[in-house]
Structure formats: C-alpha cells, structure tokens
C-alpha cells in the first residue's frame, strides 16, 4: 500500500476524452474508466475523478519538505514552442540534428559562428518561436508554489528562458539557455544580445572558447548545472514531472533516483509516459490547467488548515 492511499491517472485526450485510473495498492489493478466526455466533467462534483487527483497531489506536495520540479518540452509546447519529437516534432518533420554538433564547433569554432550568424538573420520553425514566446500558466504556477515556500527548486530540460522570464528564482536549466553565451573552459555566462563581431568570441576572464549556453550534442553537461541538479534530487523528497517524457538522460535519471529512495512523483503531461505507472499521481491534461489547480488546492488547504488551528484557539480559551 502506498503512504499516500490511492494514486490517481487522469487523461485528458485531444479528442475532448479522458480517462482515469486509480489504484489501492500493488495487488489491485488499476481500475480504468475509459471514453467519458470531457462535457461531462463537472469540477466539484461529489468524487469526480480529476478532482480527487489534484487533491491527491496538493496534499502529496503539501505534506513535503523538499518538493522539486522537473519539466520539459511540454510545458514550452503550451507557449507555442514546437516540441522535438511526436507527430508533429521538429525532428518527426526535419530529421534530427547530426549527434557530433559540438565535435563540429570544435573543429572550426569561426565557421560555426558564421553560420549561426546567418541562422539568426533568417530564423528557422524553433528560432522564431522562441523569439515570439512568453511564458504560460504552467510556469507562473510553478513561480506560485515556490513563492508559497512550497517547491524548491526547479530542474528544466527547456532552452526557452521561459521559467526564468515568469520569476522562477530557484532554477537550473540543465541544458542551458538560447538567451546566453557561456564559456567552454570556466563556465562563466554573459547575456547574448547579438553575435559578438569578432569570430569566434573569447572569454573576458579566461581567454577560452565561446559558444552559446546550450548544450550540443556531443557536449557534456556542464559540470555546475549537472552538480546543482544532482544535489537537489539527492535532497527531494516529492518530484513533480511537468511536461516531460523523463526518458532523455541524464534528467531522467534524478526522477528515477527520487523514486529509488521511495519518494512520490506526480506526473503532469498530455501522454501517458514510461514512469507513469510508477507514480502517485498522473494527470494527463495541460500543464497550466493542471498546475494552477494544485496551487489553489494547496493554497486551499493552507487556509483550512489556519482556521482549524483558529478554532483549537479559540476553543482553549473557551474552556
């Protein structure tokens, strides 16, 4: 059994469908209703599904003293950011990008330059969307449950800057961000406004290779933002999966290392995914209907749980 009780899957389809599944414990299966009408689902209702799902993950991220969040392409997706892969992914359409980029800049870090330089004059799909995008209800209700004390830290998978332009203040974007430039060498970061004119630029405090802040093919990860990352899933005692398929490593692996020590995931993202079953809560509907949901209810719970303590008060003094 787990110490949460029932975990919950909630499947919102883009055929205006849902599907929930709740399961009591390893040796019952889950209990799935299938084919139900989205115009059927009245929130509030006496034991509605999704209803109970997010109250299950409120109190889940309520009840934690380290909850953090990992989110991928999903969440950008909601703030019209193509995702990579899926039926209409950048490289489902284009093909994937060669896997020895960085290999590539090494060789001839000026030729690379110049050709980003030219990328950059005439944006491709992904350029000119992440040049349009803002952030989303998704990553202001993120910034809501940090702001209330209650989530961490964040580990994003996306380059956008989204989560950091919605005021996300604890925040490692693990494979960079489009809006930097970093070097290859310290690691020292500077904002990337335009391309520097002399090609290919130097690091003002070491004299090493510049290149922008996100991470290549063929690149390690850069060994702060992988140590930041480590740590804080070392420390987490709740994680939340906002928009992420949680199989691209290293990323997967810190969901993966919470639930080997016997800590709680909450899934938030369209598709059912590879942990789903491995988590206490799954809810398969749009991230920033979904997050805003377990904010209020968390915001919720809060208030209830200050005037119960009100009226313990109130009753002492009575007697």
């Known amino acids: 059994m787990s110490p949460y009780g029932v975990a919950f899957r909630a499947n919102v389809g883009t055929a205006n469908r849902w599907l929930v599944a709740s399961r009591v414990g390893a040796s019952y299966g889950p209990q799935t209703i299938m084919n139900s009408s989205l115009s059927n689902h009245r929130p509030g209702a006496a034991n509605d599904p999704m209803d109970l799902a997010i109250e299950r993950a409120a109190l889940i991220v309520a009840a934690s003293t380290h909850c953090i969040a990992l989110t991928g392409a999903g969440i950008s997706a909601e703030s019209g950011i193509p995702t990579y892969r899926g039926k209409d992914g950048l490289w489902t ?18 030729g690379w330059w110049q050709q980003l330089k030219e990328r950059r004059e005439n944006p ?17 209700a993120l910034v809501e449950l940090e702001r209330m004390g209650v989530l961490r830290h964040t580990i994003t998978q996306n380059i956008d800057g989204l989560h950091g332009l919605a005021g996300s203040q604890h925040l490692t974007e693990i494979h960079g961000n489009t809006q930097r430039l ?9 904002p990337f406004d335009e391309v520097p004119e002399e090609l290919p630029p130097r690091c003002d405090a070491c004299g090493g290779l510049v290149k922008t802040d996100t991470v290549m093919f063929g690149e390690p990860i850069p060994r702060d933002a992988l140590l930041s990352c480590a740590e804080q899933a070392s420390q987490a ?7 992420t398929t949680a199989v691209v490593t290293p990323a997967a692996d810190f969901a993966w290392d919470v639930l080997s020590r016997g800590h709680p995931l909450i899934e938030i993202n369209l598709d059912p995914t590879v942990i789903s079953d491995r988590c206490e809560v799954a809810i398969h509907a749009p ?33």
């Open 93 to 110: 359409k284009h093909g994937e990008p060669p896997m020895n980029q960085y290999q590539q800049f090494a060789a001839d870090p000026a």
């Open 124 to 140: 491709d799909e992904l350029a000119a969307a992440l040049r349009e995008a803002t952030p989303n209800d998704g990553h202001f």
């Open 287 to 319: 991230a920033g209907e979904v997050v805003s949901r377990i904010v209020d209810a968390v915001r919720r719970r809060r208030a209830e749980r200050t005037e119960n303590a009100l009226d313990g008060e109130r009753n002492d003094v009575q007697a």
């Open 182 to 190: 970093r070097c290859t060498e310290c690691h020292t970061r500077r």
């Open 237 to 243: 005692d709740c994680l939340l999966l906002v928009g």
